[in-house]
């Protein structure tokens, strides 16, 4: 079992940054890719960004590859989300997911099996 907590979440004005933190806990948490995922109100959940447990391969959506940032620092247990140049559309509660398959699943929601709570994160104009 896997426990995830998102933090850094906020209320932003438009062309500013946040970083998101994913603290992972419990058996083995340090060997599991890590995903960030997002939802919008009336949207479905779409894939953000992931990074592999070494943190040596890195992966993000179209929409926010130049601007958003993900890392880990795996002496903590924890997976950031730099978010920068934020826009509306940007806004959404933004969730962490410790992923179950092989990297060519990593964009795939149903491929992680652990998921944190959200964190909502709102960009205003």
């Known amino acids: 079992q896997v426990q995830l907590v998102e933090s850094g979440g906020g209320l932003v004005q438009a062309g500013g940054s946040l970083r998101l933190s994913c603290a992972a806990s419990?058996?083995?948490?340090?060997?599991?890719?890590i995903g960030w995922f997002r939802q919008a109100p009336g949207k479905e959940r779409e894939f953000v960004a992931a990074?592999?447990?070494?943190?040596?391969?890195?992966y993000y959506a179209d929409s926010v590859k130049g601007r958003f940032t993900i890392s880990r620092a795996n002496a903590r247990n924890t997976v950031y989300l730099q978010m920068n140049s934020l826009k509306p559309e940007d806004t959404a509660i933004y969730y962490c997911?410790?992923?179950?398959?092989?990297?060519?699943?990593?964009?795939?929601?149903?491929?992680?099996?652990?998921w944190g709570q959200g964190t909502q994160v709102t960009v205003s104009s």
């Open positions: 997911a410790a992923h179950s398959g092989n990297w060519g699943t990593i964009g795939a929601p149903d491929d992680y099996a652990y």
């Open positions: 419990g058996r083995s948490s340090s060997i599991y890719n």
């Open positions: 990074i592999s447990w070494a943190g040596r391969s890195t």
